[in-house]
Every structure is written in C-alpha cells, then in structure tokens.
C-alpha cells in the first residue's frame, strides 16, 4: 500500500495578463504569514524571464525579515506542467527537485544536511503536474474547474519521489484584498483525501494570477515540520524587471536568518 503523502506545494503567479511581456522580465513579491495569523514566516522575491511569449526561467528566492535570502528555487521550462526545479534551503540544507532531460528526468529530495539523497526517474505519465506547474494547470483547466466538477490530475511529490492522484475543485468566488478572485482547493483523491488537508488557492478572476496560498509549504520550521502558512501576492507588487535582477537572484548568497 503506497504511504500517503504531506499535501503541499509551492506556487507562485506566472504573471498573466498584461503584466506577461511577449519578451522580458518581470518580478513581484509576496509574504508568508503563520495560517490565520499575522506572524511573519518569510518573504518571497521572484524574477520571470519570458522570450517569445514563454515563460523560460523563474528564480524565486525566500527570505528572512530583513530582506537576505535563506533559499532559492530555480524553475526552467523543459514542461510548463512539470518544469525541472532545483530548490534548495540554507536555514536546515533540504534539497528536492527534478532534474535531467527528455527521457532521463530524475526526482530528488533530501531533508536535511545530514540525510543523504533520495531519488527515483520521474514517472510517465500523461499531464504530469509537479511545483509550478499547478499554474500552468490551472489556466489551462480554467473552464472545466469554473463548471464546479472537481478535475482529476495526477501531482508529484517530491519527498515521496512519486505521483498522486489529486482533485482541484472551484469553491467559491471571493474577493482578496480586494481583488475578484476565485478559490479553488486541491486535495488528495479518494480515502486520504477526506483524512488529510488540502490546500486552497486563489486566482484573480480577470487574469488568472495567483493571489493567494493557504496550505502546506516545501519550506520547514527549525523543527523539520513543513510551515503550514497563507503567502499574499498583491497584485500592485508585480512590474517589470530586468536580466540584472534576475543575475543577482541567481547569485544571492543564501544564510539562516539572523
């Protein structure tokens, strides 16, 4: 009998709209609160790059309070559903993501500086989801998850290094700070699904941008447990950016948090 897995992921707005350039950079920012709480977690910063319309690279980099970076994930774009990522975390030394080529793509995670590497060929399966790519799937699903049926799909999960079968289903509509949104929540299907919590995400009606995250996250307390966290992204935080930014993202020097 395959383990449950921990229900979490980590998104991040792919930007739609008119702040996605045919070609070019854009960043925004959000923050990660303690759920239903004011207790500052960490900060998000990230920097799109985008050429002929596609996104190609991500960096997201996380911080601490005073603004240094304690870890980083990098995104490319083998597969706008399943991208290769590599996040790593400099608070406790955790690693996952996936990476290779084509047919050789292998999934990896390590929980902390002192356990060694797990890893195992990423599964092929048709419509595969894993890390960001929950964005891609949900614009692409739009009208189907808006209907109110729940849609199927399956998600990987790195610290398990294999994939689940999940369900994303339309809530309700909502306003976030003020922006028109809609609320969608993703869960295990079948038996886990009613034992273990799902994670509720919401998108803004008029361009589909993630607006807010409500769940488990990749990243973990000193305890080893994963946050369990509501991260905002104010849409007046997006603008453009510049290859610059996104250099100095990738070079940023990660350290636990003072």
Request: net charge neutral.
């Amino acid at each position: 009998m395959r383990q449950s897995p921990t229900v979490l992921l980590c998104l991040s707005p792919l930007c739609a709209g008119a702040m996605t350039p045919a070609d070019g950079y854009v960043s925004y920012s959000g923050t990660a609160s303690a759920h239903h709480s004011s207790q500052f977690l960490y900060g998000e910063r990230d920097v799109l790059h985008y050429q002929g319309g596609r996104l190609t690279e991500r960096v997201q980099l996380y911080t601490c309070r005073d603004g240094s970076a304690f870890a980083r994930k990098l995104v490319g774009d083998q597969d706008p559903l399943a991208p290769n990522f590599a996040l790593s975390d400099a608070a406790n030394g955790m690693q996952q993501g996936i990476r290779g080529e084509a047919q050789s793509r292998i999934v990896y995670f390590r929980a902390s500086a002192t356990d060694t590497e797990k890893s195992a060929p990423v599964p092929h399966v048709d419509g595969l989801v894993s890390d960001t790519g929950f964005d891609e799937f949900v614009r692409r699903n739009w009208s189907p998850l808006m209907s109110g049926g729940p849609v199927t799909l399956r998600f990987l999960v790195p610290s398990r290094l294999q994939d689940y079968a999940f369900q994303a289903q339309h809530l309700r509509s909502a306003a976030v700070d003020g922006v028109p949104a809609e609320l969608f929540r993703l869960r295990l299907s079948g038996f886990w699904g009613w034992l273990l919590p799902g994670i509720d995400v919401s998108y803004s009606a008029s361009d589909h941008q993630l607006v807010r995250y409500e769940g488990l996250s990749d990243l973990r307390n000193p305890a080893g447990d994963n946050f369990k966290a509501d991260i905002d992204f104010p849409p007046q935080n997006r603008q453009s950016s510049s290859e610059q930014a996104m250099r100095d993202a990738r070079q940023a020097p990660l350290a636990r948090c003072p």
